[in-house]
């Protein structure tokens, strides 16, 4: 009461009193939430514009001048992306059956083509998958790949695949490599786990992942057939009609029938197979004439190694190819240079494939400058640089002599086969100049190639084993059948 008389007193005379009043109760301080205070309205700043990428790759970094008589692939219409990795690659112009076969190939049409290996025809067919699938991405499901690639040997299925990477590398497009001696369960754990777009396998191995169901060919849109005859004579033929009837009808799939030689038998084949297929022939043995020189020496067996050893040091030859006709002479042959300081590997066919793999990967990067083989390697075998092939036994079949020549002169590229004839081999040579269609130049040995061999090294014997040592004799009384109990004697049992 006498707070409120002070202030109506306070507000109609205007004067201010202080009376001794008991202080007033300090209210308790009320919590606010903590608000965050509102933004000022203002210009909200510019976005700055998107880093530029690195440089994309364009065709105007890939020049090619056009020369007549020669196919650019810029004739091609192919994606950048291939022609990206062509670029990296060197290819500039076709080879003659890349002009010729890929205008159809990139069409979609079937194709039967005569060709040895070394004149591009992987790329032929590797360019017309990559382009097909590129035009019309699909990703494939697990175990049903849109190509199939069947091959003889392993070591070409092998260099197929890493083609392919090559020439696929700016792209998503997976590749499985499936052949026998290697490799079985990490091949199985891929078709498991991973789809993949291309399958190039030996038919062996590929049945047996079949018969698993880890692989489905129904979906196949490409097949490719490669060095048929080859097939043929390892008599894989079955195996293959067999896996050509599990891909799509002919009608609904692009096949490409290659093969070194169009016998009768292959061309049935390839009728059978194919619709209204595309037939191209490139002529090896002119080919093996333009690119490579060719020369034999007429030698004895005896002075044979001789000729062959002076020949690599003579003219310091870096990236050989030796080819012999038995796996006991590829042997025999490797250790004997090795006893004369070269060294060199061995490739045939009783070598693992694990190990063949590495004698490949060595000599490739020069670890090794000399491989011994047998036939196994003349075909499917790419190595660049090989400067000289030497047929240290002349070939029993003809046509071998030309896939073995073909290891060098790639492509284009020069090299030199050197072959020697002994009393026996020399018989070989009328056959194989009937194959060529041309005579081949034939001497005798140089002096250079006649100087009487070093000494070589001494046989190195692995030292016996030392033993153990000698237990001391045991001079107690022997226990009869060494503490083990006897055997009982044996006992006439009476049949029930």
Known sequence: MKRLLVFLKNLFTGEKTEENLPPSPIPEPTIKPITKPKPTASPQPKKSPPKPKGNRWTL?????APE?????????????????????????????????LLPHTLMGKDATAKAQTGTGKSATFLVAIIKTFLKNPFKPKTGMPRALILAPTRELVYQIEKDFNELAKYTQLRILSVFGGTGYNQQMTILREKPVDVITATPGRLLDFISKRLINLSKVEIIVLDEADRMLDMGFIPDVRRLVYMTPHKDKR???????????????????????????????????????????YLTTEADRFKNVYNLL??????????????????????????RYGQK?????????????????????????????????????????????????????????YI????????????????????EMSSFEIPKIEAILGNKIECE????????????????????????????????????PYGGRPRPPKNQNHKKD
Request: hydrophobic share 35%; proline share 5%.
């Open 444 to 479: 005798y040995p140089s002096d250079e190639l006649d100087r009487p061999l070093p000494k070589p090294k001494p046989i190195q014997r692995k030292p016996a084993r030392k033993s153990a040592g000698k237990k001391p004799p045991y001079k107690g009384k022997k226990k």
């Open 403 to 422: 896939h073995r020549i073909g290891r060098t002169g790639r492509a284009g590229a020069t090299g030199t086969s050197i072959s020697f004839a002994d």
């Open 254 to 296: 692009q096949t490409l029938f290659f093969s070194a030689t169009l016998t009768d038998e292959v061309l049935r084949l390839a009728e059978s197979w194919t619709k209204d297929a595309v037939q191209i022939e490139i002529d090896p043995d002119q080919a093996a004439a333009l690119s490579i020189r060719q020369v034999i």
């Open 313 to 338: 040091v003579s003219e310091n030859l870096q990236r050989v190819l030796i080819f012999v006709n038995r796996k006991d002479t590829a042997k025999y042959l490797a250790s004997k240079l090795e």
């Open 60 to 64: 105007d970094k890939f020049q090619v």
């Open 344 to 400: 060199c590997g061995v490739l045939s066919g009783d070598v693992a494939q694990d190990k063949r793999f590495k004698v490949l990967n060595h000599f490739k990067n020069g670890r090794i400058k000399f491989l011994v083989a047998t036939d196994v390697a003349a075909r499917g075998l790419h190595i660049d640089d090989i400067s000289h092939v030497i047929n240290y036994d002349l070939p029993i079949e003809p046509e071998h």
């Open 68 to 100: 007549e008589g020669k196919t650019r692939f810029h004739d091609l219409d192919l994606p950048i992306n291939l022609m990206h990795a062509i670029s990296d690659l060197k290819f500039n112009y076709c080879t003659d059956i890349q002009a010729k």
